[in-house]
């Protein structure tokens, strides 16, 4: 029997994520987390130094987003620990999946306050799938097996592996455990025969039913199925923030994204549906609205791998716990052979409701661009293969209904979470998976300040991104909520940036193309400049009207029913045409 190579913790640890097959790494070294840069110094593994951890945490989600596969994030201990708690939060919300690996002080100082000691772990177990605490070299290789397995099963999400220094810096024989049992870890992965067949009939029954598809599906990478499903079963889809383009846009039983932001079509899908069909989706609040009036003639089939979600905010008539992607496959096959309702009604009905509710474009006043035209018109120029990412406000709504959804996992964002601060290293994550592609970020001048500075870090490791940056000088959409809501009382929301910064000089700083574009004769031009940049990072600043708003829009606490077109205007349902 061969000896066990004897390694220190550091270079166990790095030649772990290399047997779990780790690409990139996105993080800053300190103290702590020392030891274990000096064996990646000799790795084939790629290290991309950010400039603050939060960037490298979304671009860790980034990367995770865009491929499927687990994102790596790396941080000393301390601040540079907790500087990635947004991004684990984040992460944790939108089921991505990420490892992140801290630097912790040495065993002995744990407990003590010693400089730059915090407890990791204890901060973030609200918001990981699981965490890890090595004191142990020889107990690395275990804990970096087991945490890959935790972030890419089930329902996918963060894990922590948290490192002491002298963890890192002993030795021991490196014993590589490859597949680890992990007792109590079991995700239930096949979905109930009796339950697929409970589905496919009420599927068969009803008269108005509704596909109400969510992140899940992307995690699942169940796009196939899922517009297989579409054409066999004839019913109109709504997709979330988190699943635009599973369905291509141009399917016409697409409806578009439905919530407190949603088309009114998907809105009155699923208020006038009398089932809806859940698929990797959990009834958040921005979905439902007010949830005592949600769907109120609807019963529910809800399909996710996460059993703590089926029944959590709606009551599932059908629950279905078990990867989507077989569940889906299993209804595509049982509802090929159904006799189903005549649903060519229900369609005409929300045909009309799209036709007649259509996004405008149009500026507020001559001379002055709207944020709307300027997000359509880079869509329509860039193309459907590029990959999107965005900050989270006004933009990030505009973006969902007006860039061309139609291939599946291209539209980075945050959902649950709604980071401000997640576009540019996101968009950064998605390009080191797939340099060959275009990545654009549409991000608000708010979003853009948190951290632009990793545009930098794109410059410096030949990432070249594209970023167009909505300047409306406020924060959109608060300054939407004091309009409507605070009497026009526009408490700190000027972000003055007719001023400062001047973000074509900002980013040639960071060593960017910096373009302005302030017509819509200037905006093609920028767009088309940018696309022609291939070797570095092009940073774009659109002025945008302070005033446009996003329309629709449901009110917080409110009914879904009571969906607004514009600020005193709502929807004419015709629900006599069903």
């Given amino acids: 029997m061969a000896t066990a190579e004897l390694l220190t913790g550091a270079q166990a640890l790095v030649q772990s994520l290399e047997r779990v097959g780790v690409e990139v790494i996105f993080g800053i070294p300190g103290g ?17 130094l950010v400039r603050h951890e939060q960037g490298a945490g979304h671009a860790a989600e980034g990367y995770a987003v865009a491929t499927g596969r687990v994102g790596v994030c790396m941080a000393t201990s301390g601040p540079g620990a907790t500087n990635l708690v947004t991004a684990i939060g984040d992460a944790y919300m939108d089921s991505v999946p990420i490892v992140a690996i801290t630097g912790q002080v040495g065993s002995a100082a744990i407990g003590t306050d010693a400089f730059q000691e915090a407890d990791i772990r204890g901060i973030t177990m609200p918001i990981t799938k699981h965490s890890y605490l090595v004191k142990q070299a020889a107990d690395i290789p275990k804990a970096v097996s087991a945490a890959f397995q935790i972030a890419a099963t089930g329902r996918p999400g963060p894990v922590l592996i948290d490192i002491t220094k002298d963890a890192l810096s002993s030795t021991a024989p490196f014993e590589w455990p490859g597949h680890v049992a992990l007792p109590g870890y079991k995700p239930t992965v096949k979905p109930h025969s009796r339950q697929l067949r409970e589905a496919a009939k009420l599927m068969a029954e009803a008269e108005r039913p509704v596909l109400y598809v969510g992140g899940g599906v992307v995690k699942a990478r169940a796009f196939e199925q899922l517009n297989r499903l579409v054409e066999v079963t004839g019913i109109p889809v709504v997709t979330t923030l988190m699943a635009r383009g599973s369905v291509p846009d141009s399917n016409p039983l697409n409806y578009g994204m439905p919530g407190m932001h949603g088309t009114v079509a998907a809105v009155g899908a699923l208020q006038r549906a009398d089932l809806i069909v859940a698929l990797g989706a959990r009834f958040d609040d921005r979905v439902t609205g007010r949830l005592d009036s949600f769907a ?5 089939v809800h399909a996710d791998i996460d059993p703590a979600e089926i029944s959590k905010n709606r009551l599932a008539d059908v629950p279905i716990v078990g990867d989507v992607g ?8 049982l509802m090929g052979e159904a006799k189903t309702n005549d649903l060519s009604g229900w369609v005409r009905y929300l045909d009309h409701l799209r036709e007649r509710y259509q996004p405008d474009t149009e500026p507020l ?3 002055v661009l709207s944020p709307e035209y300027v997000i359509k018109r880079i869509g329509e120029l860039v193309g459907p293969d590029a990959y999107y990412a965005t900050g989270v406000g006004q933009h990030q709504m505009w973006a969902a209904h007006l860039l061309p959804h139609e291939q599946p996992g291209r539209f980075l964002t945050s959902g649950g979470a709604g980071t401000m601060g997640y576009c540019v290293p996101a ?3 998605a390009k080191v998976a797939h340099p060959d592609k275009p990545v654009w970020g549409i991000d608000g001048d ?7 500075q990793e545009i930098t870090t794109c410059s410096l490791e030949g990432i070249p991104i594209k970023i167009a940056v909505l300047n409306n000088q ?9 309009t409507l809501y605070y009497n026009e009382r526009y408490s700190n929301t000027n972000l003055h940036t007719d001023r400062l910064p001047d973000f074509p000089k900002l980013a040639e700083a960071m060593g960017a193309v910096g373009l302005r574009a302030e017509t819509p004769q200037e905006v093609d031009e920028a767009v088309k400049q940018a696309m022609a940049v291939d070797d570095r ?3 774009i600043e659109f002025k945008v009207h302070k005033d446009a708003m996003v329309f629709p829009m449901v009110a917080a606490g409110t009914s879904n029913d009571d969906i607004k077109i514009a600020r005193d205007m709502a929807p004419e349902w015709e629900d006599d045409q069903l």
Avoid at 34 to 48: F, N, Q, W
Avoid at 296 to 300: D, L, R, V
Avoid at 477 to 482: D, K, L, N, P, Y
């Fill in 32 to 48: 702590a987390i020392l030891p274990a840069y000096d064996p990646l110094y000799d790795s084939k593994i790629r290290h991309i």
């Fill in 296 to 300: 109120p003639g609807a019963k529910i």
């Fill in 326 to 333: 077989q569940s889906v496959t299993a209804l595509v096959e």
């Fill in 365 to 367: 006043e001559e001379g």
């Fill in 427 to 429: 968009a950064m994550g």
């Fill in 446 to 452: 708010g979003c853009f300040q948190m951290t632009n």
């Fill in 474 to 482: 406020v924060l959109g959409m608060v300054r939407q909520w004091q």
């Fill in 537 to 539: 990072p092009v940073v």
